[in-house]
């Protein structure tokens, strides 16, 4: 169980298009999803928590018009990177925590968006 | 505020040696601790996870850590190291609707 799946895995979009990345998590309820973005060689650096049906809370530095998370459902989780540039470029992880309860964090594959 | 300080970026171990990996957190109460290792292209597998209670954890794959209060570590332990544990290995802290991270450490396994 605690299964979460992230959609796509892979994307290449051109520069100045908008793309979607899908965050499910299959088999429990998630009232907690964080997006992390991952550079080459480095940690994982947590960019929002989103929270269903309120508004996700960003990190310091993150822009919140260029990623645009809903939280829609206890299941789904978007990021939408608008207007990608070549810098966005990376690994974008998802992860969830269960809605009560367990409180370790389940991870999807991650998706490498390229920007061409 | 709260952090995650892996002091080793890399490490290199023979196969069949053992094995430890750093970990020190700040925060102002008992966390949450976890280990994550993510291979190659992948996204993160959960080895093991300190709430309370027994100090000395066990986790998947023969990994083992040890919470000491007293030092603010959560040092990951493996007896002996297999070539398939070549992976980057992180430290997170977990703690309300918060979940950070360490900056990661990467091993090498050799012949």
């Known amino acids: 169980g605690a299964v979460v799946s992230q959609h796509p895995s892979r994307v290449i979009c051109k520069s100045g298009t908008s793309v979607k990345i899908e965050c499910r998590s299959l088999d429990f309820q998630a009232t907690t999803m964080f997006w992390y973005r991952q550079f080459p060689k480095k940690s994982l650096m947590l960019m929002a928590t989103s929270n269903e049906g309120s508004k996700a809370t960003y990190e310091q530095g993150v822009e919140k018009d260029k990623f645009l998370i809903n939280h829609a459902s206890l299941t789904l989780s978007t990021l939408t990177v608008t207007s990608a540039h070549p810098e966005d470029s990376s690994f974008y992880i998802c992860?969830?925590?269960?809605?009560?309860?367990?409180?370790?964090?389940?991870f999807g594959q991650g998706t490498r968006l390229t920007v061409v | 505020a709260q952090s995650v300080t892996q002091p080793d970026i890399h490490i290199t171990v023979s196969e069949g040696a053992s094995l430890e990996l750093r970990c020190n957190y700040s925060y102002g109460a008992t966390p949450y601790l976890f280990w994550y290792v993510q291979s190659p292209g992948q996204g993160l597998q959960l080895l093991l996870k300190?709430?309370?209670?027994?100090?000395l954890v066990q986790g998947i794959k023969g990994f083992e850590a040890e919470f000491k209060r007293s030092q603010s570590s959560f040092n990951l332990r493996k007896p002996s190291v297999h070539w398939s544990d070549a992976a980057e290995y992180f430290c997170?802290?977990?703690?309300?609707?918060?979940?950070?991270f360490g900056t990661g450490t990467s091993l090498t396994v050799i012949p």
């Open positions: 997170a802290v977990g703690a309300r609707n918060q979940f950070y």
């Open positions: 300190y709430f309370s209670g027994d100090t």
């Open positions: 992860s969830a925590r269960f809605t009560t309860g367990r409180t370790e964090a389940f």
